[in-house]
């Protein structure tokens, strides 16, 4: 099997990085940045002090800090203003996922027009798109290494996976500085979704020895740092050592894929509004259980390298223990079921054909080592509900 690998072409990681980022858009011969933000790190001040990082560089940078939580294709209409109105020529995201994936969004759209739909899976997209910076504030999507971006489709509430190398960053700067004043929830919610993206990314039926190495080593990090920078989010090792896990897992699941949490996953944030990483949370164990059968032995890796299990165990006990730590993982962070959340128990009946219908469109479930029919998918949201 011949892996095809991407990777944004220069990559700044480390204590105090988000000061080098003049240094970064000056190198790549550009002087015009909008930097794509949400008002939570406007509110901070974080937003304003990259701006004047950016003047002191010499450079013109304008700020959009209008994102929401969960992109919508709406949400997109002023900031794509902005960014002509601007006359913008590198777009910098600096936030977490929704900030990622806005910039992500308006770059491609900036340089090719017409509307996020046009760019849906199972379309690949090669560009044209404006260079973006991914300057990510939480330790968890991994956004800032992978060419794909969520929008939901404001029309029809549909999230809709977007694909391909125009939503590659061309520059990552991964500093762990940024992710110190993250509360415990959306440390607990960020820190799951880089789990998952690690061991969907080792089990996926598109995995390569590429992406294995990198998943695994980021399981290990986060089954010995997440409960820790839950507890303590002052800690600064732990902090370090989750964001580089995030990016990690990040490059692992873009150069490979994710499977069946987060085509579940998706469905569960456009409806119900829920955070992608707690809505993975929500599935995670029971979608585990529900695969491990078909490939024991790589949930068994999983397993070792997350704590769970050694090296004496056999694959398969080694693979329930996987599913059994996942359920203590999410009880000891607190993860709400959707019944808990207040999620109606009638509206989730309701929409869960709908939910098992855009989940099996999306594309990723059939990358899971068990392919699930839409009868499987109404189950398991059935069986996760409370």
């Not at 790549?28 to 560089?57: E, M, Q």
């Not at 996922?97 to 996020?116: E, H, N, R, V």
């Not at 509430?157 to 959306?186: H, I, N, Q, W």
């Not at 050694?310 to 329930?320: C, G, K």
Request: hydrophobic share 40%.
């Amino acid at each position: 099997m011949i892996a095809s690998l991407s990777l944004p072409r220069i990559m700044r990681v480390g204590r105090g990085a988000a000061d080098e980022l003049g240094d970064v858009v000056t190198g790549l011969g550009l002087s015009r940045p909008l930097i794509v933000t949400d008002a939570f790190l406007v509110s901070t001040g974080a937003a304003n002090r990259l701006t004047a990082t950016l003047r002191d560089a010499g450079l013109h940078p304008q700020l959009f800090s209008d994102t929401v939580p969960d992109p919508t294709t709406d949400s997109l209409a002023s900031g794509l203003k902005t960014l002509h109105d601007h006359e913008a020529d590198v777009v910098v995201g600096f936030g977490g996922g929704s900030p990622m994936d806005t910039a992500k969004a308006l770059a491609l759209l900036g340089a090719q027009g017409g509307q996020m739909r046009d760019y849906k899976a199972p379309r690949t997209n090669h560009g044209p798109a404006l260079p973006v910076i991914a300057v990510p504030t939480t330790a968890g999507s991994g956004s800032e290494a992978t060419q794909f971006t969520i929008i939901s489709d404001s029309a029809t509430d549909e999230k809709m996976l977007c694909v391909g190398p125009a939503f590659l960053p061309t520059a990552a700067v991964v500093d762990f500085e940024l992710t110190m004043s993250m509360p415990p929830r959306l440390t607990a919610d960020t820190g799951i979704d880089a789990l998952t993206h690690a061991v969907e990314a080792y089990v996926s039926s598109k995995a390569n020895p590429f992406s294995d190495n990198l998943a695994l080593t980021a399981i290990t990090t986060i089954g010995r740092r997440l409960r820790r920078v839950y507890a303590d989010g002052s800690d600064a090792e732990a902090r370090e050592a989750m964001m580089l896990a995030a990016t990690q897992a990040g490059i692992a699941f873009s150069n490979s894929s994710v499977a069946l949490v987060h085509g579940m996953s998706r469905p569960i944030g456009a409806h119900f509004h829920v955070a992608h990483g707690m809505s993975n949370a929500m599935l995670f164990p029971a979608v585990t259980a529900f695969s491990i059968h078909a490939a024991s032995s790589r949930y068994a890796d999983c397993a070792r390298a997350l704590g769970a299990a050694t090296a004496t165990d056999s694959d398969a006990n080694a693979a329930d223990k996987l599913a059994d730590a996942l359920r203590t993982l999410c009880r000891d962070l607190e993860v709400p079921t959707p019944r808990d959340y207040g999620i109606n128990r009638d509206e989730w009946t309701r929409l869960t054909p709908l939910m098992a219908e855009q989940a099996l469109g999306s594309g990723s479930p059939a990358n899971n080592p068990v392919v699930p029919t839409a009868d499987e998918i109404q189950t398991l949201y059935s069986q996760v509900y409370a």
